[in-house]
Nanobody, 123 residues
Framework: QVQLAESGGGLVQAGGSLRLSCAAS????????MGWFRQAPGKEREFVAA????????YYTDSVKGRFTISRDNAKNTVYLQMNSLKPEDTAVYYCVAGPDSRLRGESDYGYWGQGTQVTVSS
């Protein structure tokens, strides 16, 4: 069992940066792939990024490549999402997730979800 709690959301101007953190509790944090999804108003939830638990491979949706970076610290049971060059279209609730395989991008592929943190990017 893994419990996830996000933090670091907020309001930022376009072009700015934010770093989201996700603290995980549970003995097997290091065995899970960790990732982030987001849901913008009126839109479906979408995959943003994921990172494997052992090989360190990272995966991103095309719209955030080169701007967002996912990282994790297994010793601290924490995963991060560094978001740079933010755009108004990045405005969404961001969810931390844990699952079996970082290559997967479907909502149903991730069994553990945080409650979400709001990111608002003003133009």
């Amino acid at each position: 069992q893994v419990q996830l709690a996000e933090s670091g959301g907020g309001l930022v101007q376009a072009g700015g940066s934010l770093r989201l953190s996700c603290a995980a509790s549970g003995r097997t944090f290091s065995m899970y792939a960790m990732g982030w999804f987001r849901q913008a108003p009126g839109k479906e939830r979408e995959f943003v990024a994921a990172m494997g638990w052992s090989d360190g491979r990272t995966y991103y949706t095309d719209s955030v490549k080169g701007r967002f970076t996912i990282s994790r610290d297994n010793a601290k049971n924490t995963v991060y999402l560094q978001m740079n060059s933010l755009k108004p279209e990045d405005t969404a609730v961001y969810y931390c997730v844990a699952g079996p395989d970082s290559r997967l991008r479907g909502e149903s592929d991730y069994g553990y979800w945080g409650q979400g943190t709001q990111v608002t990017v003003s133009s």
